[in-house]
């Protein structure tokens, strides 16, 4: 039978110790040990794996919510940069539009306040600053109407 032993000697009572055990009695906390240890080395496996997983779906959510905020900013031929102003039914955005390539201002019908007063408020305005022909008004160019619900306008 398999067996480990050990003896030492005790000088003071100038007498020898020995013992004697089964091996499987004797290593039987370190199996314990063993299995201890593996177990925390695959949590930590594990865990390195939900990390790398999470990561990559954090990139992934991160790329398409830039997507998003970049596709959010673009109306039609004009990307939306900053708010300039904000009015009594409508907001004003510093603009650009992409293929007459200058800068622009757009405003956009509040969507909590449109209704059809307030379109056809929206709508006398523009034609009515159409009308204007001085240096120091605005000129429009066009609008994105198709682009928005008909609660979102645009001049």
Same mark, same amino acid.
């Given at each position: ?61 991160? =790329? ?51 209704? =059809? ?39």
């Amino acid at each position: 039978m398999p067996s480990v032993g050990a003896w030492t000697w005790l000088k003071d009572f100038d007498i020898g110790l020995v013992t004697e055990a089964d091996v499987a009695e004797a290593l039987g906390p370190l199996r314990v040990l063993r299995l201890g240890f593996g177990f925390i080395f695959a949590l930590l496996v594990l865990a390195a794996i939900a990390v790398f997983l999470l990561m990559r779906l954090a990139r992934r959510l991160n =790329e398409s919510a830039r997507k998003a905020a970049l596709k959010a900013k673009q109306l039609g031929q004009y990307a939306l940069e900053e708010e300039t102003g904000t009015g009594g039914f409508g907001t004003v955005f510093r603009g650009h539009h992409a293929l007459m390539r200058r800068p622009a201002a757009v405003k956009l019908l509040d969507p909590l306040q449109a209704n =059809e007063l307030s379109v056809a408020r929206f709508e006398r305005e523009v034609q009515l600053t159409c009308g204007l022909a001085h240096p120091n008004t605005i000129a429009l160019f066009g609008g994105a109407n198709a682009a928005r619900p008909r609660s979102r306008r645009q001049s």
